[in-house]
Nanobody, 124 residues
Framework: QVQLVESGGGLVQAGGSLRLSCAAS????????AGWFRQAPGKEREFVAAITTSGARRLYADSGQGRFTISKDSAKTTVYLQMNSLKPEDTAVYYC?????????????????WGQGTQVTVSS
């Protein structure tokens, strides 16, 4: 059984930082890229960042460019999203996704497995 479990969300003041983690279990994702998406109330799910299996290539949405960093551990089973200089508009449920593509992709349809999400709330 495939599982992606996110953690690290919470309440933070504007300008603060959070580090999200996504732990994968149940199968090896060595051939697939990983991504982070987010969904705010009343809005569609949007791309945040993606990273290839090797970690050599990364893709960011304009909204997080320069503030967010995606990475993965050497065992390639945990993906992280370091978020700095957070803004109230970053408030959303953040989801990690894996599988389905070996390349970085901003299209949620390219990912097969999804976590349950972790809430990030940034107060002004």
């Amino acid at each position: 059984q495939v599982q992606l479990v996110e953690s690290g969300g919470g309440l933070v003041q504007a300008g603060g930082s959070l580090r999200l983690s996504c732990a994968a279990s149940g199968r090896t994702f060595s051939a697939y890229a990983a991504g982070w998406f987010r969904q705010a109330p009343g809005k569609e799910r949007e791309f945040v960042a993606a990273i290839t299996t090797s970690g050599a290539r990364r893709l960011y949405a304009d909204s997080g460019q320069g503030r967010f960093t995606i990475s993965k551990d050497s065992a390639k089973t945990t993906v992280y999203l370091q978020m700095n200089s957070l803004k109230p508009e970053d408030t959303a449920v953040y989801y990690c996704a894996m599988g389905g593509t070996a390349y970085t992709s901003s299209n949620p349809r390219d990912y097969v497995y999804w976590g349950q999400g972790t809430q990030v709330t940034v107060s002004s």
